[in-house]
């Protein structure tokens, strides 16, 4: 009974200890929990011909805890980008679809405020036209994608998303692009 005493003061005041550290969570930061997000992107080639073009992007993600998740992101362009290249041919280009997947890490900052980080691996899919001959081809290519955001959650669910993305793109004539979002987002 003499050790059982000392034993049961030290259990107890490290589970005191400890309490602070699992409440944490609030009400408005969830750890972890399943998220969706619906917003607007602007993808900008860095390479010729420039290309400017917009996209409506949902996605969907699953945080592990408070540094790490994962999501998957699908694009549906509007709109189109006219360019004039070598000889004064007219290309229009639009975005058909784009569509990733990606490791993401968080750094919160306070309840409501929070950086991001994200890699994955994406593709993409354009209809390119060229209006001077006539002739419309679909193109599709790979890309290596990284970026960093923030995120403030204005309520306990609803918050806001803003992050720029490169796409580094897999094959050799294909663009990268600077890929810029802002997104209204919803934890389930």
Request: glycine share 12%; no cysteine; aromatic share 14%.
């Amino acid at each position: 009974m003499k050790y059982f005493t000392p034993a049961a003061i030290a259990a107890a005041a490290l589970t005191a200890l400890a309490a602070p550290a699992f409440a944490q969570s609030s009400a408005w930061y969830s750890p972890s929990g399943l998220y969706g997000d619906l917003g607007y992107t602007n993808l900008d080639t860095t390479n010729s011909p420039d290309t400017d073009l917009s996209a409506i992007t949902g996605r969907v993600g699953a945080r592990f805890g408070r540094y790490l998740g994962v999501e998957g992101e699908v694009s549906g362009g509007v709109g189109d980008d006219d360019s004039r290249i070598i000889a004064g041919d007219s290309v229009r280009t639009h975005l058909d679809n784009q569509y990733a997947g990606y490791l993401v890490g968080y750094l919160p900052v306070t309840p409501q405020f929070e950086f991001l980080a994200r890699v994955g691996y994406g593709g993409q899919q354009y209809d390119i036209k060229d209006r001077t001959l006539g002739v419309s081809e679909g193109y599709h290519f790979d890309s290596v994608n990284y970026g960093v955001g923030a995120q403030y959650n204005f309520t306990p669910k609803d918050g806001v998303r803003v992050d720029y993305t490169r796409f580094d793109a897999q094959k050799d004539d294909a663009p990268d692009q600077n890929v810029w979002s802002v997104a209204y987002v919803r934890k389930f």
